[in-house]
T-cell receptor, first 115, second 112 residues
Framework: DSGVTQTPKHLITATGQRVTLRCSPRSGDLSVYWYQQSLDQGLQFLIHYYNGEERAKGNILERFSAQQFPDLHSELNLSSLELGDSALYFC??????????????FGEGSRLTVL | GENVGLHLPTLSVQEGDNSIINCAYS??????FIWYKQESGKGPQFIIDIRSNMDKRQGQRVTVLLNKTVKHLSLQIAATQPGDSAVYFC???????????FGKGNQVVVIP
């Protein structure tokens, strides 16, 4: 158990819909990272938050947004969903957030299926 | 598992033998490298990391080798065990970049 909690574990929805994925980092970790893992793209970095502020942005679509709250949990919002958004979405946390990512602790992921 | 369909390179190794997993990274400016292991149905798990000022680092049963000249990273697993069966990812990051880029992964299958 990494100490990172993600909900929901599984989600099935239709195209055009909007979903929110939730992540609670390990106790004491200030950084939250979101990754998308799909069959053809592997693990893709989406976004990083450190202590409530956005630190780095990767290949995150404009239809997607994220935030980190004062209690350090984070949410990833996916809207206007398309079939291609079906993937595993991982949240990871680390105590660091400065120059290098350091060791990431991953949750077990939220599997999104868009029909 | 989650990586079925990715057509990952697969290494089949006999239990007790040593495994070597290779990774070519793309960015010559990367200065920090990590190996992660992902078992079926789970999130990636940190194995070992290495900075660019080193060319070798050892952990428990694992060794990472870094060759910056040819941008190559390898992970050696000694005395491979059934529990080592997983997909292994290398990841790279540039100094101050704060975004870890993962490779496609290598599947390791341990034959009992």
């Amino acid at each position: 158990d990494s100490g990172v909690t993600q909900t929901p574990k599984h989600l099935i929805t239709a195209t055009g819909q909007r979903v929110t994925l939730r992540c609670s980092p390990r106790s004491g970790d200030l950084s939250v990272y979101w990754y998308q893992q799909s069959l053809d793209q592997g693990l893709q970095f989406l976004i990083h938050y450190y202590n409530g502020e956005e630190r780095a942005k990767g290949n995150i679509l404009e239809r997607f947004s994220a935030q980190q709250f004062p209690d350090l949990h984070s949410e990833l919002n996916l809207s206007s969903l398309e079939l291609g958004d079906s993937a595993l979405y991982f949240c990871a946390s680390s105590v660091r957030g400065d120059l290098n990512t350091g060791e990431l602790f991953f949750g077990e992921g939220s599997r999104l299926t868009v029909l | 598992g989650e990586n079925v369909g990715l057509h990952l390179p697969t290494l089949s190794v006999q239990e007790g033998d040593n495994s070597i997993i290779n990774c070519a990274y793309s960015n010559s400016a990367s200065d920090y490298f990590i190996w992660y292991k992902q078992e079926s149905g789970k999130g990636p798990q940190f194995i070992i990391d290495i900075r660019s000022n080193m060319d070798k680092r050892q952990g428990q049963r694992v060794t990472v080798l870094l060759n910056k000249t040819v941008k190559h990273l390898s992970l050696q697993i000694a005395a491979t065990q059934p529990g080592d069966s997983a997909v292994y990812f290398c990841a790279e990051e540039g100094y101050g970049n704060n975004r870890l880029a993962f490779g496609k992964g290598n599947q390791v299958v341990v034959i009992p």
